[in-house]
């Protein structure tokens, strides 16, 4: 291998390189926001849960199952 084609090796190998880590960060970003979202999904269906629970029994409809079974 002559020394041009040796130096166009190792330039192509740390541009990939470079181009990997690019990659990897925004993907590890993404990753987190991602994570992030769902954990919020997860609070709202939590508090809607409640919500309608508390909902449910404010109009005695939790009364009205438990007496009818």
Same mark, same amino acid.
């Given at each position: 291998?002559?020394? @041009?084609? &040796? ?8 541009? #990939?390189? *470079?181009?990997?880590?690019? /990659? $990897?960060?925004?993907?590890? @970003?993404? &990753? ?8 919020? #999904?997860? *609070?709202?269906?939590?508090? /809607? $849960? ?20």
């Amino acid at each position: 291998m002559s020394k @041009a084609e &040796s130096q166009a090796a190792k330039d192509l190998t740390e541009a #990939m390189e *470079t181009t990997m880590q690019r /990659l $990897q960060g925004r993907f590890q @970003a993404m &990753s987190e926001q991602l994570e992030s979202q769902i954990d919020q #999904m997860g *609070t709202r269906i939590d508090d /809607l $849960q409640k919500n309608v629970s508390e909902l449910m029994t404010q109009a005695g409809m939790d009364e009205a199952q438990s007496a009818s079974k």
